[in-house]
């Protein structure tokens, strides 16, 4: 009964081990992905946060060059206002499709904050759009109005370069947090991977190294041998032990048998142990033989 319930256990503790291990692999692997996955994003935010700046600041040099194509000195240093208002319409066009990108890159995000700081952003965006729709409209480069000029630097009010700093942040920010998260479910999957490693490491000891070690302890001190029989009972290596044990004790009958032999004395027969011991017919049968060497010695003395 003992010997069933240590089983069972054995088994269980194989089932939960092969099962943590196959479990925590998978969450270490999802792990490595998700890090993998939000460096990507994060890179991709970056990059197209940097062109974004990129463009807002050609479309604010573009207006500033066009509010003074009239100077002397802008002509003088080759200012051409059709290739400003021209630079001003493909930034602005290059602008609108990288929020549009950001959008899409970002909508399966589920951070509170870094949806905050892109609304803001398209909000921002939108006022930006709307404040140079009439310039734009014009189709043709002419000096722009106060307002417009304003439109990336009017102070006391929120402009698209402060919430595209702040959306900048936001994204540095999810970045760390989604980092942080992924590092502790990679810390978390590694720990539960060694608990399961070490607990199927022990469970290969126990099931092949301890036995081995304990049928060569009690071979070697057969004085103690029944505390390792007891470790080994109920085990597929009792019977193996037995095995052993049994055939290092023939071994040393027939050692005695041939040290008698080869003192001259007539040694005792080996003890069979079945009707068809091997091992015992032929030491019955040498021991006949010499039997007969030694009468026939006799009869011619």
Same mark, same amino acid.
């Given at each position: 009964?003992?010997?069933?319930?240590?089983?069972?256990?054995?088994?269980g503790?194989?089932?939960a081990?092969?099962?943590?291990?196959l479990?925590?692999?998978?969450?270490?692997?999802?792990?490595?992905?998700?890090?993998?996955?939000?460096?990507?994003?994060?890179n991709?935010?970056?990059q197209?946060?940097? $062109? =974004?700046? +990129? /463009? #807002?600041?050609?479309?604010?040099? &573009?207006?500033l060059? !066009?509010?003074?194509?009239?100077?002397? @000195?802008?002509?003088?240093v080759?200012y051409?206002?059709?290739?400003?208002?021209?630079?001003?319409?493909?930034?602005?066009?290059?602008?609108?499709?990288?929020?549009?990108?950001?959008?899409?890159q970002?909508?399966?995000?589920?951070?509170?904050?870094?949806?905050?700081?892109l609304?803001?952003?398209?909000?921002?965006?939108?006022?930006t759009?709307?404040?140079?729709?009439?310039y734009?409209?014009?189709?043709?480069p002419?000096?722009?109005s106060n307002?417009?000029?304003?439109?990336?630097?009017?102070?006391?009010?929120?402009?698209?370069?402060?919430?595209?700093?702040?959306?900048k942040?936001?994204?540095?920010q999810?970045?760390?947090?989604?980092?942080?998260?992924?590092?502790? $479910? =990679?810390? +978390? /999957? #590694?720990?539960?991977?060694?608990? &399961?490693?070490?607990? !199927?490491?022990?469970?290969?000891?126990? @099931?092949?190294?301890?036995?081995?070690?304990?049928?060569?302890?009690a071979?070697e001190a057969?004085h103690?041998?029944?505390?390792?029989?007891?470790?080994?009972?109920?085990?597929?290596?009792?019977e193996?032990?037995?095995?052993?044990?049994?055939?290092?004790?023939?071994?040393?009958?027939?050692?005695?048998?041939?040290?008698d032999l080869a003192?001259?004395?007539?040694?005792?027969?080996?003890k069979?142990?079945d009707?068809?011991?091997?091992?015992?017919?032929?030491?019955?049968?040498?021991?006949?033989?010499?039997?007969q060497?030694?009468?026939?010695?006799?009869?011619?003395?």
């Open positions: 009964m003992a010997s069933r319930v240590r089983r069972a256990v054995h088994q503790l194989w089932a081990g092969l099962s943590l291990t479990a925590s692999g998978v969450v270490l692997g999802q792990a490595l992905d998700a890090l993998g996955h939000a460096q990507l994003q994060s991709r935010m970056q197209g946060a940097s $062109q =974004l700046e +990129s /463009a #807002l600041l050609q479309m604010e040099r &573009s207006l060059g !066009l509010a003074h194509a009239d100077s002397p @000195r802008i002509r003088f080759g051409d206002p059709d290739a400003l208002y021209s630079t001003l319409r493909r930034a602005h066009a290059q602008a609108d499709a990288l929020i549009q990108q950001l959008i899409q970002s909508h399966t995000c589920q951070d509170w904050e870094f949806q905050h700081a609304l803001r952003l398209e909000l921002e965006w939108q006022q759009r709307a404040q140079l729709a009439g734009l409209g014009l189709g043709k002419t000096s722009p307002s417009t000029l304003l439109t990336f630097s009017l102070r006391g009010q929120d402009t698209i370069g402060d919430a595209l700093a702040d959306f942040c936001a994204v540095h999810h970045t760390m947090r989604a980092h942080e998260s992924s590092r502790r $479910q =990679l810390v +978390s /999957a #590694l720990s539960t991977l060694c608990l &399961s490693v070490g607990l !199927l490491g022990w469970l290969v000891w126990r @099931r092949w190294g301890a036995p081995a070690r304990w049928m060569r302890r071979l057969p103690r041998s029944a505390t390792y029989e007891r470790l080994l009972e109920g085990s597929e290596w009792a193996l032990y037995q095995l052993l044990v049994f055939q290092e004790r023939r071994l040393r009958e027939v050692e005695l048998f041939m040290r003192m001259g004395r007539t040694p005792e027969p080996i069979p142990t009707a068809a011991d091997p091992l015992a017919r032929s030491g019955a049968w040498l021991l006949k033989r010499i039997e060497l030694n009468a026939a010695r006799r009869e011619a003395v």
